[in-house]
Structures are given as structure tokens and as C-alpha cells.
């Protein structure tokens, strides 16, 4: 059996948007919700998706550095051009959603628990 949840499973359960040509295969294990970077940087697990409200350049570059696989930007936050180019050269999906963090973060919990019934 697969371990985690493909990015394509977890935008789709959770309906966020994805602002990326295309939903790489990566599968994600786990979650971090955190707007500190120093947090993110020395606390975010490798493979796992971080929800944020930093829509910056610096995001791109802490979450690469913890080995984050997506970045869902809450509240309605949208990716500047140079973060945009960041993610796609590191290979990080960036998905938005107007949902605040605290619901990301259940959307993100209720994916997990629907289990990793995808190809």
C-alpha cells in the first residue's frame, strides 16, 4: 500500500484551487500549519504539506529547505509572480484557498483520515 495522500487526491478533497499548470504525483504525509518561518524551517516534517498565510518569495525557500511538497495559501491569498516561479522551480505545488487557516488545516486532517484510496 501506498503511504499518503497524492496532491491531485488532497486538492480535490479539500477544493482548493490549484494555481499551477499541473498537480504533480507527489504524495504528502503529513501537515504543518505555521506563518513563522523560522517554525516552518525547524519544525515542518519532510513530505508534508504546510498551510500558511506568507505568500512570499522567502516561503518557497524555507518550504524547500524542510522538504514541503505543497503550500496551500489561506484567506484568500493570492502568489506573487516571483514565489509562482520559485515553487514551480523547486517542484512544490502552491494551492489557494479562501478558506482561513483553521479550516485549511481541518480540510487538510479530513483528507488524511479519508485515507490513501488513490492511484
Known sequence: MMKGLSLEKLRR???WQCVQDAC???RVEAGF???LLSDIMANAPAHSVLVTLQSHLNTVAVASLAGVHA???TSGRQAP???LEAARREGILLLQTEDNQYRASVKLEE????????A
Open 24 to 26: 504533480p504525483a507527489t
Open 13 to 15: 478533497v479539500a477544493d
Open 71 to 73: 503550500i496551500v495559501l
Open 33 to 35: 500549519t505555521s506563518d
Open 111 to 118: 483528507a488524511f483520515r479519508s485515507g490513501p484510496h488513490d
Open 81 to 83: 509572480p516571483d514565489m
